[in-house]
């Protein structure tokens, strides 16, 4: 389909999929600009939704624009478009992130249409999930997902698996000992209290999930310091289903993969029937990421742990209107 396709109301809506990928805390860190002239969608970050103390280098922040990404090339091919990706296309211009034009050969991306259903379903969940195995070929669509965007995905052993929720816990510990991570973390949750930023961003109080009866909970606890009317308490699984994505190098280029891959797999994974949560903690500490990956894996950096397993699905978190992150020039 040619360029001149993309009218406004086209666009807004390939935004409106895209805009529903995750990010760290919610803080919808992206930006796009359509370039009427030349049919090119670009993708920008926006370092002030950036998270100085836990994500100094920016990573997580390319992990959610990269996420952004994917939504956009979904919807793009959902709606016939074929999608074409420049990652970093100006060194000079480190924020602007990718140029996307939908004029591709006609096999460009084309399987992933399959995807756009679960654009709208995919939720984190922070619910106990039971102690069902996922089946094994699951998990290898899974990796394969990953592979397609140029990641790794590794589902660690049993060892592996404690080492990285040792690494959680350690986290915890970390995160309570330092006011400003706390600060920060509390700027981008909502409870209702006076105060708090816009609802259209951050993590609402809904989303929180239960609280846990024990220290063995793989989730973060975002209403932790505060009190929450009415949240319940609940044990969750004994032993977290969890797979760890990673790259060999850590440069933007990098990051902005892995964010991409990491949609695709929780996209998948919600067509798989399966709840999905995401474990950032202890890759927010550098004393810490290092020791979550295998040594013996191919995955030279890792950018996300994602627990999977069967279990509620979470509601949808709230995301700003496509008028304040789209701009048409």
Not at 80 to 86: A, C, D, E
Not at 204 to 221: E, H, I, K, L, N
Not at 242 to 260: I, N, R, Y
Request: charged letters at 20%; a negative charge.
């Amino acid at each position: 389909m040619p360029t001149t396709a993309l009218t406004r109301p086209l666009v807004t809506s390939l935004i409106e999929d895209a805009v529903t990928a995750p990010s760290m805390h919610n803080a919808q860190p992206w930006k796009f600009v359509h370039r009427t002239s030349t049919g090119v969608i670009e993708l920008h970050g926006d370092p002030l939704r950036g998270m100085p103390h836990e994500d100094p280098d920016h990573r997580a922040l390319h992990l959610g624009c990269g996420a952004a990404l994917f939504g956009l090339r979904v919807a793009a091919v959902h709606r016939g478009l074929h999608p074409v990706v420049r990652l970093l296309p100006h060194p000079d211009a480190p924020w602007h992130l990718a140029d996307v034009r939908v004029d591709g050969p006609d096999d460009a991306d084309s399987e992933l249409g399959i995807l756009h259903d679960a654009l709208s379903r995919r939720h984190t969940s922070r619910f106990p999930f039971t102690e069902e195995r996922i089946p094994t070929e699951v998990i290898d669509g899974l990796r394969t997902a990953a592979f397609l965007e140029g990641c790794r995905l590794v589902v660690p052993g049993a060892w592996h698996t404690d080492t990285v929720m040792d690494l959680v816990h350690a986290s915890e510990l970390f995160e309570a000992a330092d006011e400003a991570v706390r600060a920060e973390i509390a700027a981008w949750t909502r409870t209702g209290a006076a105060g708090e930023g816009p609802g259209t961003e951050g993590i609402p109080s809904y989303a929180f999930g239960p609280r846990q009866y024990d220290v063995t909970s793989p989730v973060r606890d975002f209403g932790a310091p505060r009190q929450v009317p009415g949240r319940a308490s609940a044990r969750f699984e004994k032993t977290p289903q969890l797979a760890l994505l990673g790259t060999v190098g850590d440069t933007p280029e990098d990051w902005l993969k892995a964010g991409q891959a990491m949609d695709r797999v929780l996209l998948q994974a919600t067509l798989d029937g399966l709840a999905t949560s995401l474990m950032s903690q202890p890759l927010e500490w550098p004393e810490l990421r290092s020791d979550a990956r295998d040594p013996g894996s191919t995955i030279g950096f890792v950018h996300m742990v994602f627990r999977l397993g069967y279990g509620p699905h979470g509601r949808a978190t709230p995301r700003r209107p496509v008028s304040e992150v789209l701009a048409f020039d």
